[in-house]
């Protein structure tokens, strides 16, 4: 017999992938199964283990894609077989989340479950426009309101002559479709006309709206801006706080999702720099570093090692280099003490500090040009005919550097100590968002990574990628990558000054709204 799963009923938060809680995402990442709906942020998905079965049950306006009853009964089947399962629901779910329901039934079939609250979109999704639901001149106390059931229930279930008196802030949850019906209700029970109204749609999202206006205006309002669900309706005078302290539409990336082409491994810095000047990183980790499996190549790899006294340059030229040579020496139990004959070589800063962070100093580092070209003319002078110099490179490597110092008259022992392997997963998710206009920003920090992401475009689209980048800027991090997408018809937007994420994302950040 099976022993039973648990489920962890998480809440994800308003939409900002780091509002989730410690518990929610160690939730997550125990999970053999999610189950999740829309109001979830897509790139907590990302988080999960590779092998973690996703299966989406959210709802929209126009369709219910599975009814609750049949989402309470698919925890339970889960967890019957098993299974760690984590329901993930958009913001709190003890707050009209009808997490009640779906734990009523765990209980009846004897599953243990935990339910861990989330960040509620009643007060986040405010915060995001530059409103306090309270604030010692304007509100000292909030009421938190469905807004989406029909006015009959609305009526039976709100007691609007006793909350509208009793509350200074009012925030009514999945009320679009009913702002006339809320609004009459509010002026008929004492509410100003004039009161002020923000409408937050998407709140805490790159894609985040926010309109306001007045009771007397605001369904005039919502009609002639088309403003659909879901959306958080605020009611009270504290929404006269946003004009002074809105901060986050005010982000120089804001509104702006920038798709980010590294290996996960390298992604997190520039996705950390997007996300903290208001962009949204859109992840696609085209390539998948791996160290060597072929028995050929590891052998001469380790044969390199073995050797490690005799070099007398070592040059690398990535973070990944460095990452993946140390990796393998100590799988190899070589003492670092053994390279004391060899001077070291980093084609950038970013690699100086990788081996810096090893205890190692850098004889040579380019001043600017931070790829094969400035390192070999930085390198050049400190060279001696005859030298040994020890390459470690990843598979994908361009031949300029070994074979100009090959010419030079160095002996050069190349070493592949990690793969490039091609990742698709997602590619269709990302073809119908460039489809959409839903990108607005590429990156491209390497020639074979813009190579990979066309190429899989195209092959699953069956349109040429200069055609599905159109309506995207690019941006892009040296002058060999630049290249590489001028081959490809891409017109290039941001140019870094250097070759580091720096300049890049500040090459974004100065031309961020040109259109």
Not at 41 to 57: A, D, F, G, N
Not at 349 to 356: C, D, Y
Not at 434 to 442: F, K, P, S, T
Request: hydrophobic share 45%; with cysteine; net charge negative.
């Amino acid at each position: 017999m099976v022993a039973k799963g648990k489920v962890y009923l998480v809440g994800a938060g308003p939409g900002d992938p780091k509002l989730i809680t410690v518990r929610g995402m160690e939730a997550l990442q125990r999970a053999d199964v999610v189950v999740y709906d829309r109001l979830a942020s897509p790139r907590l998905l990302q988080m999960l283990k590779p092998i973690t079965e996703k299966i989406y049950v959210g709802k929209r306006t126009d369709r219910h894609t599975m009814k609750q009853e049949e989402i309470n009964q698919l925890l339970v089947d889960l967890a019957l077989q098993g299974k760690i399962v984590t329901r993930l629901k958009g913001g709190d779910p003890t707050i009209f989340g009808r997490v009640g329901e779906e734990a009523e039934l765990l209980v009846d079939h004897d599953i243990e479950f935990e339910i861990i609250p989330g960040v509620t979109s009643a007060t986040a999704v405010p915060a995001y426009a530059g409103i306090p639901v309270t604030h010692r001149d304007y509100a000292s106390s909030i009421a938190i309101v469905t807004g989406h059931e029909n006015p009959e229930k609305l009526d039976m279930n709100i007691k609007w002559d006793k909350l509208t008196p009793a509350t200074d802030t009012m925030i009514f949850l999945m009320g679009i479709a009913k702002i006339e019906y809320i609004r009459d209700q509010l002026i008929l029970h004492g509410k100003p006309p004039e009161t002020p109204v923000a409408l937050i749609r998407w709140g805490t999202r790159v894609n985040q709206q926010t309109l306001v206006s007045t009771l007397a205006d605001i369904a005039e309002k919502v009609k002639e801006s088309n403003f659909k669900p879901p959306a958080v309706i605020l009611v009270g005078e504290v929404v006269k706080l946003r004009e002074k302290l809105n901060w986050y539409e005010k982000k120089p990336l804001f509104g702006r999702r920038v798709l980010v082409t590294r290996a996960r491994s390298q992604a997190s810095e520039l996705a950390e720099r997007i996300d903290d000047l208001g962009g949204e990183p859109y992840e696609f980790p085209v390539i998948e570093l791996r160290q060597p499996t072929d028995a050929a190549i590891l052998a001469r790899l380790d044969h390199a090692l073995q050797r490690i006294e005799l070099y007398d340059w070592i040059i690398f030229t990535s973070v990944n280099g460095v990452e993946y040579f140390f990796m393998r020496m100590q799988q190899l139990g070589i003492d670092i003490r053994r390279m004391t004959k060899a001077r070291l070589a980093a084609v950038g800063p970013k690699t100086e500090e990788a081996l810096l962070n090893r205890g190692l100093l850098t004889a040579v580092l380019p001043t600017a040009f931070y790829q094969a070209e400035g390192l070999l003319q930085s390198v050049l002078p400190e060279l001696k005919q005859g030298q040994e110099v020890l390459l470690p490179r990843a598979d994908l490597a361009r031949e300029y550097l070994p074979s100009q110092l090959m010419q030079l008259g160095m002996n050069v022992t190349q070493v592949d100590v990690y793969n490039n392997v091609i990742c698709s997963e997602g590619i269709e998710d990302l073809i119908e968002l460039l489809r959409r206009g839903d990108i607005h920003i590429v990156t491209f920090t390497s020639s074979s990574t813009v190579n990979n992401v066309c190429r899989l475009l195209e092959e699953h689209s069956k349109v040429k990628a200069a055609d599905l980048l159109a309506a995207t800027k690019i941006a892009c991090i040296g002058p060999v990558t630049a290249s590489t997408i001028k081959d490809w018809g891409l017109h290039i937007e941001y140019m870094a000054k250097e070759a580091t994420i720096d300049s890049l994302v500040e090459a974004i950040i100065d031309h961020s709204f040109i259109v």
